[in-house]
């Protein structure tokens, strides 16, 4: 997932790395604007025994995004027809293609693509969002989508901090072998905070975990980010078991997770409220958004359809 579209990044001498990030708020010398997640006052609080360990303590808002569109989503053959004829210069044959990406042995990007243009450029809307939503956020995302709301957000403050934890779903990929490195990461121009060490380092990352297991590595990052962070918000921008995981659902069927997380879409949000031993869902003051005319008839049929 760390490949750049931007042409004034630089190209890659070697591949390794990880997809999923922390950014760290640096104080601003107030000591930081608190986030304010809306609090539904009707709903009850619910508990769920993935989500439990997080109550524990003060409230702190936690909003989990999933990463932007991805480009083997909308062009599954990208990569056959984008290196034709076995070369290594990548060619856009489309307008949602990024104009360039770092280069890296194309069977890398197999497991590790890119995302679309449409994605980075829907990803700097929400974040658009988030700021007018008031929201300072320390966050975790992937390194694409996290410069596609950083762009929107006037965060250059921040910083990313790169965590493996919240990797996706061990069994689907041979992840250690195609993740680019936070220093390769620097090198493209991205805002890396080279002296964060990650909860789960990339030598101790599992070769393989069933579905229990790899909820547990995501609530074990959770609880940690919950424990250490410096301000009362945490945004979390990864894949989209990391959603699951913040609704609190826990299948223990793989074939379950992967429907699960079929179902989630790209630039999701979910956002809960966590201490004094609940777990409450939140309305984020967050205008939604309807990034295709797809969406927006699938938005409309619903909407009737709940009228009727």
């Known amino acids: 997932?760390?490949?750049?579209?931007?042409?004034?990044?630089?190209?890659?001498?070697?591949?390794?790395?990880?997809?999923?990030?922390?950014?760290?708020?640096?104080?601003?010398?107030?000591?930081?604007?608190?986030?304010r997640v809306a609090e539904d006052?009707?709903?009850?609080?619910?508990?769920?025994?993935?989500?439990?360990?997080?109550?524990?303590?003060?409230?702190?808002?936690?909003?989990?995004?999933?990463?932007?569109?991805?480009?083997?989503?909308?062009?599954?053959?990208?990569?056959?027809?984008?290196?034709?004829?076995?070369?290594?210069?990548?060619?856009?044959?489309?307008?949602?293609?990024?104009?360039?990406?770092?280069?890296?042995p194309v069977a890398h990007y197999r497991g590790d693509p890119p995302i679309t243009v449409h994605g980075a450029t829907t990803a700097g809307l929400l974040g658009c969002g988030l700021r007018k939503s008031d929201i300072t956020p320390t966050m975790l995302r992937c390194v694409e989508?996290?410069?596609?709301?950083?762009?929107?957000?006037d965060a250059s403050f921040l910083s990313i901090r790169i965590e493996p934890s919240l990797a996706d779903?061990?069994?689907?990929?041979?992840?250690?072998?195609?993740?680019?490195?936070?220093?390769?990461?620097?090198?493209?121009?991205?805002?890396?905070?080279?002296?964060?060490?990650?909860?789960?380092?990339?030598a101790k990352f599992p070769t393989e975990e069933n579905p229990q297991q790899y909820?547990?590595?995501?609530?074990?990052?959770?609880?940690?980010?919950?424990?250490t962070a410096p301000d009362q918000s945490i945004v979390v921008v990864g894949n989209p078991g990391a959603i699951i995981y913040s609704r609190g659902q826990g299948p223990r069927a793989a074939e379950k997770l992967w429907k699960l997380c079929e179902a989630v879409e790209p630039?999701?949000?979910?956002?809960?409220?966590?201490?004094?031993?609940?777990?409450?869902?939140?309305?984020?003051?967050?205008?939604p958004l309807t990034p295709t005319v797809f969406k927006a008839r699938e938005v409309e049929r619903l909407a009737k359809k709940a009228k009727d």
């Open 215 to 227: 909820l547990e590595r995501l609530g074990a990052f959770y609880l940690h980010a919950r424990q």
């Open 145 to 153: 989508t996290a410069a596609g709301l950083l762009t929107r957000m």
């Open 267 to 287: 630039l999701s949000v979910q956002a809960i409220r966590v201490g004094n031993n609940k777990v409450l869902e939140g309305q984020l003051r967050l205008l």
């Open 41 to 104: 006052k009707t709903q009850s609080a619910r508990t769920s025994s993935l989500l439990a360990p997080l109550s524990q303590g003060g409230y702190i808002d936690i909003v989990t995004i999933t990463h932007a569109e991805r480009m083997d989503t909308v062009f599954p053959a990208w990569l056959r027809l984008a290196y034709r004829g076995g070369g290594e210069l990548y060619t856009p044959w489309d307008l949602n293609m990024p104009a360039s990406i770092p280069r890296r």
């Open 1 to 35: 997932m760390a490949s750049g579209s931007s042409s004034s990044r630089k190209s890659l001498p070697a591949p390794d790395g990880v997809s999923l990030l922390l950014s760290h708020l640096v104080p601003d010398g107030g000591g930081g604007e608190k986030t």
């Open 169 to 202: 779903w061990a069994v689907a990929h041979d992840h250690g072998n195609y993740w680019l490195t936070p220093r390769q990461l620097s090198y493209l121009g991205f805002p890396i905070d080279l002296s964060y060490h990650p909860l789960l380092p990339v």
